[in-house]
Each structure stands twice: as structure tokens, then as C-alpha cells.
């Protein structure tokens, strides 16, 4: 268990109806509201985050404080609406265990190298367009395929995207990604699980452009023949009480 916070302890909330702030002021935590920058800003002992864009838009921004998510995806074992104030109670009491999540950033397009919560995907910019990827890890080539597009997850993020394209649901502190072709043109296209430190990508050729796109957010074009390095970068700190989901429900 975490240490506890002190008496009317700061609690930011990103994302939440008026409910959830009622909820922390009833749990005696003293709220502050706002967008994931202006919160981080205000420095608060704790962040609630309502709802997955909340969750990405804090991890774009860095948070070192532990975050609360409400009405999430069960993978970042996430609490409901209702269990808002025992679960605050229990954050204001030292009642929580801090979860660190690994983040994935990347070399891409982007100039301020953003980082991705769920997962990193090259797609084209156009429905069922095809081009070309090659995927590499530790330097060597694990397979070349013509697919709409790649998505690499992260554990939090597999059991998302990844998994809607076919790729596998992998357990927390594997110290893994998952690496799935999207609507491969080969029907025995593989998937695959490999080390989070050091994956490569490569748009071979692109019959329509091939964006990058970090947790749903367009970092814009990827060159055909540019590498692009995946790997972690950082970790999002979530806070788990009793109240909090298990990773796979």
C-alpha cells in the first residue's frame, strides 16, 4: 500500500461530470477541474480520470501522481461511477497499490515524440488501401506484409484495437507488445509478441499515404522507407483500491 495523502489533499479530475467532483469532495479531497495539461499543472496528490480520452490525453502530458480511472477499460483497472468516493476514500487513506504502466514512444513524424497508453498504429489514410510494412525487432526482419496497416500495443492496449484486428491479450508486467497487421492481404499473415524495448517499423511502399497514429491521435505522414523505433518510454502511474476492476473482466 501507498503512503497516505495529506488531510484535504488535492485531487484533480479530468474528463468528470459534476457527480464524480461531488464524490470527491464527499470522500474529503479538494477537486480540481480541468483539462489533463492544467490539471498536471496545478499540481495535485491525485488525478480521477473519467473515461479512456481522459487516460490518453494524461498520458500525452506525463503524470507522476497516481490516477484514479473511472468508467475505463478493465485493463487499466478502472472503477465505476458509483465506487467514485470509497474508491477516493481509500486513495486519500493510503489504501491503494501504485501500478505502473509502460508507455510507448516512438521517432516518428511528430516533433515532440509523443507517447502512447493503448498502442501505435501506421495505417493508411484511406479505407482498404494496402501497402506494405515490414516489422523488425533487435535489428533483425520478423516479416514483410501488405496489410491496411500495423498496430503495436501495448498489455493495457491489447485487449483493444490489437485484439478487434486478431491479435493476442497480453498480461501486465510481461514486459511485452503485441504487434498485429490490420486486415492483412495474406489470410496466414502472423501475429506476434515481442520485447518492448526496441521494435522496428517500416512502411516498404505506400499505394496511399500512411499516417502514425499514437493512442487514436494522427501524428501525421510516414515516408515509405522510414524507421521508425518503437519503444518505452516513461510509465502511467494508476492507482488500485478494492473497488477496482481486475485486468481481464
Same mark, same amino acid.
Given at each position: ?7 484535504g ?12 467532483v461531488?464524490?470527491? &469532495?464527499? =470522500?474529503? !479531497?479538494? %477537486?480540481?477541474?480541468? /483539462?489533463? $495539461? +492544467?490539471?498536471v499543472d496545478?499540481? #495535485?496528490?491525485? &488525478?480521477? =480520470?473519467? !473515461?479512456? %480520452?481522459?487516460?490518453? /490525453?494524461? $498520458? +500525452?502530458v506525463?503524470v507522476?501522481? #497516481?490516477?484514479?480511472?473511472v468508467?475505463?477499460p ?5 472503477v ?20 505502473r ?21 501506421l ?18 526482419r520478423?516479416?514483410?506484409?501488405r ?10 492496449g491489447s ?14 508486467a ?25 521494435v ?50
Amino acid at each position: 500500500m501507498s503512503g497516505q495523502l495529506p488531510e484535504g489533499a488535492r485531487v484533480g479530475v479530468v474528463g468528470g461530470p459534476a457527480a464524480v467532483v461531488d464524490a470527491v &469532495v464527499a =470522500a474529503g !479531497g479538494d %477537486p480540481t477541474v480541468g /483539462d489533463a $495539461a +492544467a490539471v498536471v499543472d496545478a499540481t #495535485p496528490d491525485a &488525478v480521477v =480520470a473519467v !473515461g479512456e %480520452p481522459a487516460l490518453v /490525453d494524461l $498520458a +500525452a502530458v506525463g503524470v507522476e501522481v #497516481p490516477v484514479l480511472p473511472v468508467s475505463g477499460p478493465a485493463a487499466v483497472r478502472s472503477v465505476s461511477e458509483p465506487a467514485v468516493e470509497p474508491a477516493v476514500a481509500s486513495v486519500l487513506a493510503g489504501r491503494y497499490e501504485t501500478v505502473r504502466y509502460p508507455l510507448l514512444g516512438t521517432d516518428g513524424p511528430a516533433a515532440d515524440r509523443p507517447r502512447a497508453l493503448f498502442d501505435l498504429t501506421l495505417v493508411t489514410d484511406e479505407p482498404a488501401r494496402i501497402s506494405e510494412y515490414t516489422v523488425r525487432c533487435g535489428g533483425a526482419r520478423v516479416s514483410t506484409f501488405r496489410a491496411d496497416g500495423v498496430v503495436v500495443a501495448t498489455p493495457v492496449g491489447s485487449s483493444g484495437y490489437a485484439r478487434a484486428a486478431g491479435g493476442a491479450v497480453a498480461a501486465p508486467a510481461t514486459g511485452v507488445v503485441t504487434v498485429v497487421p490490420i486486415a492483412p492481404f495474406a489470410t496466414d499473415t502472423d501475429h506476434w509478441a515481442l520485447p518492448e524495448d526496441d521494435v522496428g517499423l517500416v512502411v516498404e511502399r505506400d499505394e496511399t499515404p500512411v499516417h502514425l497514429l499514437v493512442d487514436g491521435h494522427d501524428t501525421g505522414p510516414v515516408a515509405p522507407g522510414r524507421a521508425i523505433r518503437v519503444s518505452t518510454d516513461g510509465s502511467f502511474p494508476v492507482a488500485v483500491v478494492e473497488e477496482s476492476a481486475a485486468f481481464f473482466e
